[in-house]
Every structure is written in C-alpha cells, then in structure tokens.
C-alpha cells in the first residue's frame, strides 16, 4: 500500500498539486493513522494533507476517483451471458466430467489461463495491479506509448505461456480454448483501460509542459482559435510567475554613501557629532507604464494578449495607461478592468478595430490629449508594426514622446528582416526608441515585459 | 483494527464538538482527529461568517482547554504576539537595587574589577521575571496544553508568517537573551484565513488545510437547530432553503452561516410562523449587508419562497 501512495503522490503531482517530500512524509504519518479501509476517510485525509488551496482539492479529489477506480476485467459479463442457458443444464454434467478431464488440463495450464478461466476477480484485478507495476506503468509519458505499455504489462502478466495453453488447447479442448480467447479478450481490454488510466494519471504533466512549450514558441498572430483560451492560461501563468519575481518589495540600501542630511538632523542630541550615521538610499519607483497598440490587422491578436498580461501584473504595477489605436487612438485602461478578456477585446475592436492603421494621425491624436500624463518615470511602450500605409509616420511626435518619458520601448511582431521593406517605417521609428526587440511570441512577450519592469527594480 | 478505532474516533470528534454546540460535518471532524493525531496546526479557509472561530472556541470547550487568541492585524510584530521586556519593571529594580549594587561591588578597586564581578551575578534584569508573555509564548507556556487560535492571519504581513513558523513546526521559538522556550504541552493550533492575500507556501506546508465552504441544506438546519431551539421544523426548513436560493444569485457578499442564525433569532422574536413576502422584505436586511445586494435580491424574493415551500414538501 506504501507502493501504492507513492504512486498516488506521482499522480498528484501530475494534476499540478505540488506534493513536496515533507508533505508526502506527513500524508503517511496522517494515512497510517486513519487507515485504508474507510475510503471518504482516505480521501479527507489525503485532501487535508496534500492540497493547500480550494483548486488544488478540486483537482485532487477528481484524482483521488480516478486513481482509486480499479478498472475492471470485464470478460465475466459477456462470458457468463454466453455460457449461462448451457451453462446451467449442463454444471453436473460438466462438474462431473470436469473432474475427470477438466482438472487434469487445468493442472497442466499457466497461472494466468487458470486465474483466467476460474474468473477470479480479485486475483486478475491483482495481478494486473503488479504487472502494471512490473512495467512501470507511471513512466509513461505521450498517449503514443499507449501500445507498447500494453505489451509489456500482458507480458508480465505471462502472455507468452498463455499462447502456448492455447494453442495445446485447440487441439484437446476446443470449448475450453474457445472460452479462453473469450477471456484474454476481456483481459486485452481490462489492460488498455488500465493504461488509459496510467495516461490520464501520469502522463498530463508531461502533456502539458510540451503544449506549453509549443505554444510558448508559436507566433501569437497566427494561433487558432481554440488555442485563445490555452493561450490566456498561459500568460496568467506568465503573469503569476512576474508577480512572483517583482512584486516583493525590496529595501535597498547603498551602503558607502553618506546622507548629511539625515545624519545630522539624527544626531542633533549629541551636538552634531555623528554617532549613530545615515546612508543613502536608493528610491524606488512604482513602474508607471503607458502602452499604445496598434489592434489592427493581424498585430490585434498580440496586443490582445499584451493587454492582458500587463493589466494581470497588479502588484508589480499598478499605474498602467492603456491605449488602442489603428486610424485614431482611444483611452482602453477602463474597458479592460472592467470586462472579461473577451468582452474587452470585442469591445475595443468595436470602438477602433478594422481600419487601416494610421500611426501618424494615432501619435498625434495621443500627442493632443494625452502628452501630459506623461513624466520622467513613464516607460512608453509601443506594440505595433509600424506599416503606415506610406501616410506620414510623424517620427517628431515619437521623438517629443521619447524626450518626455523615462523609455520608449517599441515591440514589433514582425521580424526584424522585414523591418524597413514596404510601408515600415520601424527604421525611422527606431532612432528616437531606446529599445526594439521582436515580439511575436509568448516568450519573447515574457522576456519583454520582465525587462522593462527590471528596470525598475 | 485501527482503521475501526480511526473511524469511530472520528464519530467521537464529531458529536464532542455537537456537544457544545458545534456541528461539524466529517471532513471538519476528520481534520480535528488528525492535527490531534499527528500534531499539526490547522489552517482553515473559507468565507466569512461559516464558523472558523467558533471551530477553535468549540474544541477548547470540548476538551476543557483555555483558549488563546491572536487576532491578526496588519503591523502586528513580535512584540505584540510573541514577547516583550518589562522595562519598566527593569528599571524599576536596577533603582532600588542601586545601594546593594554599590555593596556588591564596594570591594573593588578598579572598574575593571567592577566590571569582572558583575559578570559573576549573570544576566539578572534578562531572566524569565522580566519576560512579558504575549499570546503565542503563553500558548507554549500552559501545562495541560491549550488550543491557540491565530485569527485572519492573512491580514498580517508577510514578516510575520516567518516569525510563525518556528512554533508551528516544533512549537518552540527562541529567544535570544534566554534561549530555546518549547511548549510544555503542544498546543492545538487553529489558523484562519479568509483568503485575502495568499500566503506563503512554507506556512501552507505546516498546516493541514481545511476549507469550509456554506454548509449543505440538511447540515445547516441541523446548525440552525442546535443554536435557535425556539425555531419551528417547517419555518427552519424553509428559511434555510431560501437562503440556498438567495446563495444562487450573484451577490457582493453571500448569507453565511452566521447570517443565518441571526435571521432564525430574528425570525422566532418576531414570531413568525412560516415565510411570506412581507417578512422577509422587512428582515432582507439582516441576511444581506449591502444595499446593492438587496436591492438584486427582492424582485427574486416571492419566486425564492415558493421554491423554498415546495422544497419543503417534497424534501
């Protein structure tokens, strides 16, 4: 049972629920006192132990069903339908003469043909438990392996000399050999659900760190739809994780400096001389971010997910400006604390989606109403292709913006080979930023945002 | 064989805790047994007003325990929970004590010598007499034992959490001038939270982590009933179905348990036979504490009655 709950701790892990050493060690302590036999018991137990937040126990407890749920070999009901009419007339006839002849090959048969044909539950259920065990059933990773995880848990379980019982029998017993292929069919299946089972089990870690993977490296414009909501996930995840790494506020002191100031006005007591002495301090700003996008076209998608991975970072920064721009530019910093990520977005798109961009007559609208909640601490970031539709980019406009703020950071989605073909204007754009990086990705949006809020630190 | 003793201890739990007034449903009661078995705090969530802290008031009577409460607050330091130097007392002494110091080192010649034979008496103005026991310390400090109770924990910064784990782990803290104080007898420990800033993993990993949620129909009756006697069985059934109803809508803060009981009170002093429109209009204050709420709940409340009535019937 030890075996048992290691393998429940794998499984938990694998629906997300961090299960540490020391939880694992207390879970035991915890199992052993309340023991197996009252399952909802268990299962309190184990929730009360492993999980620390409400989701965790909701993930937890669809584990717990799960894990416990012994897949079941299911040959009897088939066979006990087929068998029951002839069955029944003939037990004493086939009990008497299954003396005689049915022993005696049932000696001679593998462990596995006899659990099989006297349709123990209990023993095929347990031996199907060890084999699984015997193949490492919680390695697998990729529902690919499903196959040959199948194979190695019927070979454990003495396939091989099940063939060969088969195979004598057909030739002596034909009935009985057809009864058996009957039962190893059921066992086939009892098998694939078990591993079904292990995949579900072990493997959805596996599965989701890949798809993440992929994900994070695919071009945020060209996702599919029902990727959106995946998408989303992970950059809340992204979000979590810059949380984590920013918002803890650090008190930073240089040590070297003296700060006369202070110094004095703290040793006034003693006259002026300096007993107890003050140093410099490093002032630490809030982030204070206004970002511009540009939602049109296929660039509509990335400031989507741009939009909201900013206005996820709370209590790293709180004071964000958000704009939307194709042909004219409007405020959106309210649209989006106060709807869904949907609704928001549908909302802005509504308002200035579908136009062709005009970055000229966009700078300007925001030079007019907007220039003054600009300071020195600002950081202006900039998403967007920078193809005006060869209409005038007012770079002067940038440039003031520039001039103004603390950074201007322009993320374009395209790659930096395209920059300057066509109607981009990014090489004109870039003189007056002080950084241009690519931002086609969720990684590189990661990468972005955590350097432009390290700037602050 | 242990599994039965698990089972039936858990039982005990449950009707000890019925006992005093408390009822607990199993996983409450399951929690209960095992920080008792294994020795570790509790930390339990959930909204307001389900019965965090009447769960730590109603183990400390059961098992004829003190109770110490922390109530946490933000800026609560060490020495507000843990300890403090009298320094009053300190001084006090050092300036009644002067003459038998000047006695006591009269014999020596030099400072130095002074000083020398002062160490020789030891750190008298750091001993135990001069420590003021705060909660936490006098939770270490009860010899039968009792059950602590650190209230809205989330509400403390995140220093604080830090300052606790010492005592959740091995219920000990260390004081520097006197060294390591451990508990007598461990204490039962009973954290709670409402969620209003997640805390850190070190001090989730301590604790066993109980979530009480709004109590079913069939339990909240029963708590309605343990704690308003007077209440009739239709008049009980009813209300409490109705707030199940009124808990469907999407409300800034939802009835809770404690709402419930004050409505039952509320209910039976103005001798109310069963609900009606009228009542519950005049009384929607007590269940729902904001005026916004209120006013989403009333054009719901006649279609709440009768859902709560045929309930009744049927159930």
Redesign the interface.
């Known amino acids: 049972m030890r075996e048992n709950l290691h393998r429940f701790f794998r499984a938990a892990r694998g629906v997300g629920v961090?299960v540490?050493p020391?939880?694992s060690i207390?879970a035991m302590?915890?199992v052993?006192?309340?023991?197996?036999?009252?399952r909802?018991?268990l299962r309190?137990?184990l929730?009360?132990?492993l999980?620390?937040?409400?989701d965790e126990?909701l993930a937890l407890g669809d584990c717990f069903d799960l894990f416990f749920s012994q897949p079941e070999p299911q040959q009897e009901q088939p066979a006990n339908d087929d068998n029951a009419p002839e069955g029944n007339n003939q037990s004493p006839s086939s009990d008497a003469s299954g003396d005689a002849s049915g022993s005696e090959p049932a000696e001679s048969l593998g462990p596995l043909a006899q659990m099989l044909l006297s349709q123990d539950r209990n023993a095929i259920a347990a031996a199907l438990a060890n084999a699984s065990a015997a193949a490492s059933l919680s390695d697998i990773r990729y529902s690919t392996q499903r196959g040959i995880f199948s194979t190695r848990i019927l070979d454990a379980m003495g396939l091989q000399r099940l063939r060969d019982d088969l195979d004598g029998l057909t030739a002596t017993n034909p009935s009985l050999a057809e009864r058996l292929r009957a039962a190893l069919d059921g066992l086939r299946e009892a098998v694939r659900d078990a591993v079904s089972q292990g995949l579900a089990l072990y493997a959805r870690e596996e599965a989701e760190n890949l798809r993440n993977e992929i994900l994070r490296n695919a071009p945020l414009a060209r996702i599919e739809p029902r990727q959106v909501e995946q998408m989303r996930h992970l950059i809340r995840q992204i979000a979590r994780r810059l949380r984590e790494r920013y918002s803890k506020p650090r008190k930073r002191q240089r040590r070297g400096h003296l700060d006369v100031r202070r110094t004095l006005r703290r040793n006034a007591a003693w006259g002026g001389i300096p007993f107890l002495t003050a140093w410099k301090r490093k002032h630490r700003d809030r982030p204070k971010i206004v970002a511009l996008c540009d939602v049109s076209g296929s660039v509509a998608r990335v400031s989507d997910f741009f939009l909201l991975l900013i206005h996820s970072l709370h209590e790293v920064v709180d004071d964000v400006r958000s704009f939307a721009f194709s042909s004219h530019l409007i405020e959106v910093s309210d649209i989006l604390e106060a709807n869904t990520p949907d609704a928001a977005m549908a909302e802005i798109m509504s308002k200035v989606g579908f136009g062709s961009s005009d970055y000229g007559s966009s700078l300007d609208d925001f030079e007019h109403e907007f220039m003054s909640i600009l300071t020195p601490q600002t950081t202006v970031i900039v998403l967007g292709d920078a193809r005006s539709n060869n209409l005038d980019p007012r770079a002067d406009i940038l440039k003031r913006i520039s001039e103004r703020s603390k950074r201007l950071v322009w993320l374009n989605p395209e790659g930096r080979l395209a920059w300057g073909f066509g109607d981009s204007e990014m090489p004109r754009y870039a003189t007056f930023c002080t950084v241009v990086r690519q931002c086609a990705t969720a990684q590189q949006l990661e990468r972005a945002v955590s350097d432009i809020v390290a700037t602050y630190q | 064989m242990?599994?039965?003793k698990?089972?039936t201890s858990?039982e005990a739990v449950e009707s000890g805790l019925a006992a005093q007034g408390y009822i607990a449903s199993?996983?409450i009661a399951?929690?209960v047994?095992?920080s008792q078995?294994?020795e570790?705090p509790i930390l339990v969530?959930g909204p307001a007003g389900v019965g965090k802290t009447e769960l730590a008031k109603a183990i400390a009577a059961w098992r004829g325990m003190k109770m110490i409460r922390l109530q946490c607050y933000e800026g609560l330091d060490e020495a507000k929970a843990l300890y403090e130097w009298k320094y009053a007392k300190q001084l006090l002494y050092t300036q009644i004590l002067k003459d038998k110091l000047g006695e006591v080192l009269g014999g020596a010649q030099t400072l130095h010598a002074a000083l020398d034979q002062l160490h020789t008496f030891g750190d008298v103005f750091f001993s135990k007499e001069f420590v003021e026991p705060r909660p936490l310390l006098q939770a270490l400090e009860q010899p039968g034992g009792c059950v602590l109770l650190i209230d809205e924990i989330d509400k403390s910064d995140a220093e604080f959490e830090s300052l606790l784990l010492e005592i959740l782990s091995d219920f000990q803290v260390t004081i520097p001038e006197l060294g390591t104080v451990s508990a007598i007898a461990p204490p039962t420990v009973i954290l709670t939270s409402n969620s209003e800033r997640d805390l850190g993993?070190a001090l989730?990993?301590r604790c066993?982590?109980?979530?009480i949620g709004f109590p079913e129909q069939r339990l909240e009756e029963r708590i309605v009933e343990s704690r308003v006697p007077g209440i009739s069985q239709t008049l009980r059934r009813q209300m409490v179905g109705f707030i199940h109803e009124i808990r469907t809508l999407d409300l800034k803060k939802l009835p809770s348990v404690s709402e419930t009981i004050d409505w039952a009170r509320v209910l039976v002093l103005l001798q109310a036979g069963e609900l009606d429109t009228e009542i519950v209009k005049d009384t929607l204050n007590v269940l729902l504490k904001y005026e916004a709420d209120i006013e989403a709940a009333l054009p719901q409340v006649t279609t709440f009655i009768a859902k709560a009535a045929r309930h009744n019937v049927f159930g």
Request: charged letters at 35%; glycine letters at 2%; aromatic letters at 4%.
């Open positions: 961090r540490s020391a939880e207390d302590r915890a052993s006192q309340v023991g197996f036999s009252d909802d018991i309190d137990t929730l009360l132990t999980a620390k937040t409400q126990k | 242990a599994d039965q698990a089972s858990i199993r996983q399951t929690a047994y095992l078995q294994i570790k969530e993993d989730k990993r066993l982590h109980l979530h």
